[in-house]
């Protein structure tokens, strides 16, 4: 039997749980994992095209677990009020190839990249650093908020989105959650006095969501949005300023704000920060950039995590996806009964 | 909700059906999806390796719908009593890449893997055929037995196996099929009158099941064993004096039989002689082979196929794997409740 966690299981899992500790929880899974980089295979991700959208394959292993996570991106998904990204993953024993866990990875990547994200401002952003701002209040925005909130101890929320509904949204979700979240205007007006600069804006195009006049010394970026060939945010000025982190750097020279310069760009992959082999932040009026586009290795830690919360909490159906006959060779005598002669005629 | 088959559900629409039936159906299927071949996306497969086996993704997709394959290889989990082969197959809709089908593949591919066989055989096999050998009575054996019964009314099978046990398990499960069944005690007269030889054996190495002087005038071969680069069973001077068929070419030459032959050595792909853009056998005395190894549009075909099976018969559950938010901008407040403001001190 596989163990499986759906949509009602994730929900019941973070309820008893609560977010902050499984955001904080998720950030110590990446960390060990982004630790022992050079242990995982790194194969590129699968991508299968079409006119409305993308499906992707993004499998990785280390020696004993093997994951897999299926994903579309459906820009246009959204004007029938359906998800533009849904997703979901399978975890295998890489010593008998049998798959052990299956779950829903919607809402876990939501989790995850935001977890993701306060790994990387823990490692790059000034440590005292307490306010940030938001530009982009959409569906990964309250969760980028929580995990700095619960990793980070950010108090202060400076945010703007071009749409008043979204940002009454994230106003009534944050409600309560020990942030003071201030609404702003213009995304000049979030990002002033902010020590974390977020941008996470859906829009598919070359924008310029932060312009370099925009950002002052000592800032972290933490660049969500950019995540694919002809999808930026950052004016490119900024990203010569910047000490520029990213995950595979092959990778993000495709998908990331530094599409936008020379293939010699010079990168630092943030696992060699984690595991004390590069420097992060060397000083205080430094602008660090974390570049993030999401990798393989991230869902194999969501799903370790999620299938050990399931496990701790119980949460947890079981789908029957394994064939067991009792001798292997008989795979037939599973499936067709055994047929009875035929009544002698008399 | 995504339809969702496993393994009890895929036994209860074969018995349902019969597996006659089924399997005549799936070489429906195949043959109409091979006859659009060009209509496929068709991406190399995704393996990792490891040291006890391989896990591949083998994906493709139409203007309509996406598939893919989880599959892994370990021929060590014989030893454990575990499948050296377990499967499992999603679908999507390509036009918002969400995922419509998940089931069980194990038993589905055997299906598929039996029916390609007959479909492949329909087209290349003198009608007349009606004597099958077949070498290796492992877990495959009786799925092409059957499908050949089915398909193209084969009613007397030779066959051997090097284990006693293997023979004993075959005749069992073939009992009151409709097939004569003569078990022999080594390949060559196995294959004696024979007009068409199955090759099936699991041993993964380059062996010679068949030699050139087992093989007379006018047989069809149906090599489904050599799958993998290092794992053939026929003897080279067999392929110089065949036309052989394939599926992909430039997979076969490095998965099939034909990864004995230099590259250049001539092929023709099978969705051509099915679509009629080229010919099949023509001489009664031709040796055709069909080198199998099986493609991403052949489990598109089976999965279609079940899909619309567990739609007839009602067999089938339903997982909760897509998230539904009223708002698909609020994903967070699907999966955090709201925080009640704390009580103010008196």
């Known amino acids: 039997m596989v163990q499986f966690v759906g949509v009602s299981e994730i929900r019941r899992i973070v309820e008893r749980v609560g977010i902050e500790q499984v955001l904080t929880r998720m950030t110590d899974y990446l960390e060990a994992d982004f630790r022992r980089w050079e242990r995982f295979e790194r194969a590129p991700r699968l991508a299968s095209h079409s006119k409305g959208g993308v499906i992707e394959l993004m499998p990785t292993q280390d020696d004993d677990l093997y994951t897999v996570k299926f994903v579309n991106g459906h820009p246009y998904n959204f004007e029938q009020g359906l998800q533009t990204v849904v997703a979901l993953g399978i975890m295998a024993d890489v010593a008998t190839g049998y798959p052990v866990f299956l779950s829903e990875m919607t809402i876990l990547t939501a989790l995850r990249t935001a977890a993701m994200s306060a790994l990387a401002a823990k490692h790059l952003a000034r ?51 020990g942030c ?76 990331g704000e530094i599409q936008q310069m020379p293939a010699d760009f010079p990168v630092t992959e943030l696992w060699q920060v984690i595991s004390g082999e590069a420097p992060g932040r060397t000083r205080r009026d430094e602008i660090t950039l974390f570049d993030s586009v999401g990798f393989a290795v991230e869902d194999f830690a969501a799903l370790r995590l999620l299938r050990d919360l399931s496990l701790e909490t119980g949460f947890y159906e079981t789908l029957d996806l394994i064939t067991s006959p009792s001798d292997p060779r008989d795979l037939f005598g599973m499936i067709a009964s055994p047929v009875m002669p035929a009544a002698r005629a008399a």
């Open 180 to 255: 003071q979240v201030i609404a702003c205007d213009e995304p000049g007006s979030a990002v002033m006095g902010a020590d974390i600069v977020t941008t996470v804006t859906a829009d598919k195009a070359q924008n310029t969501i932060l312009s370099d006049n925009m950002v002052g010394a000592g800032v972290h970026l933490n660049a969500v949005g950019g995540d694919c060939p002809g999808k930026t945010e950052l004016q490119k000025d900024i990203l010569s300023r910047a000490s520029v982190f990213v995950e595979l750097t092959e990778q993000t020279r495709i998908e």
């Open 127 to 177: 440590p005292e650093a307490r306010t940030m701002a938001i530009i982009g209040l959409g569906a990964q925005s309250e969760f980028q908020a929580v995990a700095f909130r619960a990793v980070l101890g950010i108090d202060t929320l400076r945010v703007y989105d071009v749409d008043p509904a979204a940002t009454a949204k994230f106003l009534r979700n944050m409600s309560g959650r």
